[in-house]
């Protein structure tokens, strides 16, 4: 494709071997200090501290490299990951700029070198922050209190299954509740953790209007049920008006509810949970509250709830007396841990910076600016041949995110939502969001812009998305074979499910390759 | 003062703000929230501290703050207890703050393939250090590592019931009992806990041996124990649960993996551990992260609820590429009918881990895990030579018990003394495991040296005194 508009791209190809491939033996890449003469006599040999039985025969078959070589290998894999160089617009975890100030104070030993296990009396200092930031948590959703233990969004949904479990356990109705109710536009971690915890699921399809109706919830809610798992509005950009009716619904049930506000972003400063009638809701940290993403964490689901809900939390919290803060360990109807310690500390660290820098203002801004982006977006991407709307008949300006279908550009051309996400990651474009599964539209797609990409950034990734449905009608080829310009090229992956295929490590690869050619 | 556009916001800048409102067709973003019923909007402002948007004044606020802890580099720090102080190589903290690693969250298969190769490396190298082929991404710490393994290992076997030792780490064994669900849940499984010998805090094996039953599903054992204990007979553990048709999983420490046996050697079925040790820094507890790993077979592979990655082709002739692998089995693909539940984990410092092991290799492995032997054995000889003080078990690695019950001083009174002489000491044992009295669990790694050590032994004699 010649598009003159459209900039030079092509990622770095290093045609890198596998770390377990390059090195000499007898290279090192670290050394340790030698035991002293006094620490070795004292000690004795390692025969002497470990039986024969409990040591290892064979030495571990890792690489033999320098440290430069270590260095160089792995910045060449850095280079041969795209990894938001370019514009990413992945709906659903809300792209944001990770301030280069937060990764710089947070790697100081101030807190890379703290141990969980300290006295609090040298912990002062980040027990502010977490108390702080708690509060400011608070503010936002209207709840008591936040734990920062669960270690991402889904550990944070698991500890309200482990919290429905307590509460319905202390009120003496545990055997008697024992589903969960959720909606399929829910992240599938509602569900899933639900069912880890001991519960039944049941998922509420969609209607016209784009969500459950009230009438769908009151026939599945009944004595039975323990908890309402939810996002509102969800990752369509579609908001449920009847929320407060379903809470009054499944409170009246008896039931607990739990907001996922995985997509707080547009909705920020303008709703807060605890004042829509939920009785816990969850942040991601990491997503809304601008901590690095790392590929999947470290991650923080900030868990926050109902005073009538805090003394099942999981420990340890902070509380302030005056000017100090302490510790509370233990407590006697916490859940105990999901996790241990007392969370991804530095990522609480980093949105509490996040959230500083913002101020109120700054959050609503923020709000306004993701839903005018998104609603920015659609006339232009309307206008692209082959692309449609998730329920086109709801005129309503989406929040700040709205899912869309390339199935009318599948049909005409049999090019499909995944070669044009590898096409696009030949100009730089990361991977866009498709939908959970299951697709509730077919060949989905979910950009979202938030408040981090400029106009200018948000127009060339539609041209870009354009230019590769104009290629998928002209040269639907070029797209179904893409990319061309990444660090490789399309990865089958038809044989990973393959039991005699699969590899997940160099040594299962290696024997399976063996037996194959034997 | 007048607007300023916000540093992070690229149209918080008034004239594009405008220019956006204009191509819609709306006078303010107000208009664009029609969706949200007005009963639903709060009618109380949002109340936060006043907003610090010059980074200058942000730093000044946040070093203030930090500055209030104090750190195991300022003090000698002999805390441990599923939290190690091991040395961080620089090139582990360069490749941890690439942006390319840092910021994104999924690609595609080939504009993600660095990454994926890295991930790929980390699960061949634990594979090395394990002896086990088939490794999934991490989870986010032991503890949910081992409560997936032992989930795992009841949907294997069908059974309900678990046998571990009476000497748990007390955090871990919380997150254990969570993943295992409480007493009436349908899913519950039963923690059985199994004597250790009072002379070296092993497993006691003749009670390991009348425990196990035809109801057990697995045997979950550590090595190094949760108090630092070496099993010294890990392939008769492992052999006692395979003939009652359990599975045998094995916690380990990757760490001491270059002296200690790894639990393909005595056939372990599922290993499971902290992946901290491996180039993580403590960060207050918020650099665990846990690991799961097992044989490449199916029964094994089937049940990790993990995500993992595979190698293999591409559309180029004789290129590499990675995609996932069992996708369909986990919480994304077929939510509450996966395997338990997966989502953001750790997969930044499997990276980091990757470069880790790759820095240390075989032999980096082996001197380290002798360092930390000899270290830690001449620290509890120095120790058990103070008056009172013993060191409960001999045959230890990186940590030790030391009993202060005859010292008449509490552990928090000892501790308390140590930490006006700048000393951070081992953690207190008396909650977790009453039977042992005042005795505190000490770490002792290589970034101690004899003359720390020697100064601990100095600082507890004074305080002792």
């Known amino acids: 494709m010649s598009n003159p508009s459209l900039r030079r791209y092509h990622a770095a190809v290093w045609d890198e071997p596998l770390v377990l491939e390059i090195g000499r033996e007898g290279r090192r890449g670290m050394l340790v200090p030698e035991p002293e003469a006094e620490v070795r006599a004292t000690a004795g040999t390692l025969d002497a501290l470990v039986p024969h039985t409990a040591r290892r025969q064979k030495a571990p078959g890792l690489p033999e490299l320098t440290e430069f070589e270590v260095q160089r290998h792995y910045l060449h894999l850095s280079q041969e990951t795209l990894g938001m160089m370019g514009i990413s617009l992945f709906g659903t975890c809300t792209m944001k700029y990770n301030p280069r100030l937060n990764e710089l104070l947070t790697a100081r030993p101030w807190l890379a070198e703290l141990h969980p296990s300290q006295d609090e009396d040298t912990l002062q200092g980040v027990l502010q922050i977490v108390h702080a930031f708690s509060e ?149 940290l990491h997503k809304t509250f601008g901590a690095p993403k790392g590929g999947g964490g470290p991650a923080v689901g900030a868990y926050g709830c109902s005073e009538e809900l805090v003394p099942f939390l999981p420990r340890p919290l902070v509380h302030r007396d005056g000017e100090r803060y302490r510790i509370e360990h233990d407590a006697p109807l916490s859940i105990g841990r999901v996790r241990e310690f007392w969370g991804n500390l530095p990522q609480v660290v980093k949105a509490y910076s996040y959230t500083r820098a913002l101020g109120a203002e700054g959050i609503r801004q923020a709000a306004d600016l993701s839903v005018l982006a998104n609603n920015y977006m659609e006339g232009r991407l309307l206008a692209i041949r082959g692309v449609t709307k998730s329920f086109p008949e709801l005129t309503a300006p989406r929040l700040e995110m709205t899912r869309y279908s390339l199935g009318e550009m599948t049909e005409e051309t049999g090019v499909t939502v995944l070669d044009v996400q590898n096409r696009m990651v030949d100009f730089g474009i990361d991977a866009f969001w498709l939908s959970h599964e299951p697709w509730i539209v077919p060949e989905p797609f979910t950009p979202e812009a938030g408040e981090l990409w400029s106009k200018e950034d948000i127009d060339y990734w539609i041209d870009v998305l354009a230019a590769v449905v104009a290629e998928a009608y002209e040269d639907p080829e070029t797209v179904r074979t893409a990319p061309h310009n990444q660090a490789i090229h399309k990865v089958d992956g038809s044989g990973a499910n393959d039991p005699e295929q699969w590899a997940t490590t160099w040594r299962a690869y290696q024997r399976k390759r063996r037996a194959a050619t034997v | 003062m007048t607007y300023r556009a916000h540093p992070y916001m690229a149209n918080s800048a008034p004239q594009l703000q405008e220019e956006l409102c204009t ?295 004789g290129e590499r590429g990675f995609s996932l692998t069992l996708f369909e089995q986990s919480s994304y693909g077929s939510r509450e009918l996966g395997n338990d539940w997966t989502g953001n984990s750790v997969y930044l410092w499997a990276v980091v881990n990757a470069v880790y092991m790759s820095l240390l290799g075989p032999t980096g492995f082996s001197e380290l895990g002798e360092l930390i032997l000899m270290r830690s054995n001449y620290a509890a000889a120095r120790i058990s030579e103070i008056p009172g003080v013993a060191v409960s078990w001999p045959g230890f690695f990186k940590e030790f018990v030391v009993d202060f019950n005859e010292t008449g001083k509490t552990v928090s009174e000892i501790n308390a003394g140590l930490r006006t002489r700048g000393i951070f000491g081992g953690g207190g044992l008396s909650d977790s495991h009453p039977q042992l009295g005042q005795s505190a669990l000490y770490c002792v790694t290589e970034v101690h040296n004899q003359e720390d050590i020697d100064r601990l032994t100095t600082a507890l004699t004074e305080v002792l005194a």
């Not at chain 2, 007005?38 to 942000?58: M, N, R, V, Y």
């Not at chain 2, 790929?120 to 190298?125: A, I, N, P, V």
């Not at chain 2, 497993?203 to 054992?221: G, P």
């Open chain 2, 23 to 317: 191509a819609i067709g709306v006078a303010s973003p107000d208009e664009l929230f029609a969706q949200i019923p007005a009963d639903h909007i709060t009618q109380t402002p949002i109340k936060l501290p006043p907003a610090l948007a010059s980074e200058l004044e942000l730093s000044r606020h946040l070093r203030i703050t930090l500055a209030r802890n104090v750190d195991c580099e300022a003090s000698l720090s002999f805390l441990g207890g599923g939290c190690w102080q091991h040395h961080v190589p620089a090139v582990c903290d360069e490749i941890a703050t690439r942006t390319e690693f840092l910021t994104p969250v999924w690609g595609t298969p080939s504009s993600d393939h660095g990454r994926n190769q890295a991930w790929f490396e980390f699960s061949s190298q634990l594979g090395e250090l394990l002896e086990l082929d088939f490794v999934g991404l991490p989870v986010y710490s032991w503890g949910c590592a081992a409560g997936h393994a032992l989930r795992m290992a009841g949907r294997m076997t069908g059974r309900r019931e678990v046998l571990i030792s009476e000497l748990m780490d007390p955090e871990r064994l919380a997150v254990i009992r969570t993943y295992c669900e409480p007493p009436g849940m349908q899913g519950h499984i039963e923690l059985r806990t199994v004597a250790t010998d009072p002379a070296t805090g092993t497993l006691d094996l003749d009670a390991l041996a009348s425990a196990i039953s035809e109801r057990t599903a697995a045997v979950y054992f550590e090595t190094p124990g949760a108090l630092g204990v070496i099993e010294p007979n890990p392939e008769r553990i492992v052999a006692l649960a395979r003939a009652h048709g359990a599975e045998a999983v094995a916690g380990v420490d990757p760490i001491s993996l270059g002296v200690l046996a790894p639990p393909g050697q005595y056939g372990a079925d599922i290993a499971v551990g902290p992946t901290q040790p491996l180039g993580v820094h403590m960060n207050c507890g918020g650099g665990v992260g846990g690991f799961i790993a097992s044989r490449d077979e199916e029964r094994y592979a089937r049940q990790y609820p993990t995500l993992q990655v595979s190698l293999c082709p591409t559309s180029e002739e």
């Open chain 1, 136 to 284: 400011m948590l608070c503010e936002l959703s209207g709840m008591s209190q936040f734990v920062f233990q669960p270690g991402g969004g889904a550990d944070a949904a698991y500890t309200q299954a482990c919290i429905t479990r307590a509460y319905h356990q202390h009120r003496g109705e545990l055997s008697q509740r024992d589903e969960v109710i959720t909606t399929i536009q829910a992240h599938p971690c509602n569900a899933a953790t639900s069912a880890a915890a001991g519960f039944k699921v049941v998922t509420l399809p969609l209607e016209d209007d784009g969500y459950p109706s009230v009438a769908a919830l009151e026939a599945v809610v009944s004595e039975r049920t323990a908890a309402l798992m939810v996002n509102n509005p969800d990752d369509m950009g579609i908001y449920n008006p009847n929320i407060k009716r379903w809470l009054e619904l499944v409170h009246d049930a008896g039931a607990l509810a739990f907001y996922d506000h995985a997509n707080f972003n547009g909705v920020m400063s303008r709703l807060r949970a605890r004042e829509l009638g939920f009785d816990a809701c969850m942040f991601m």
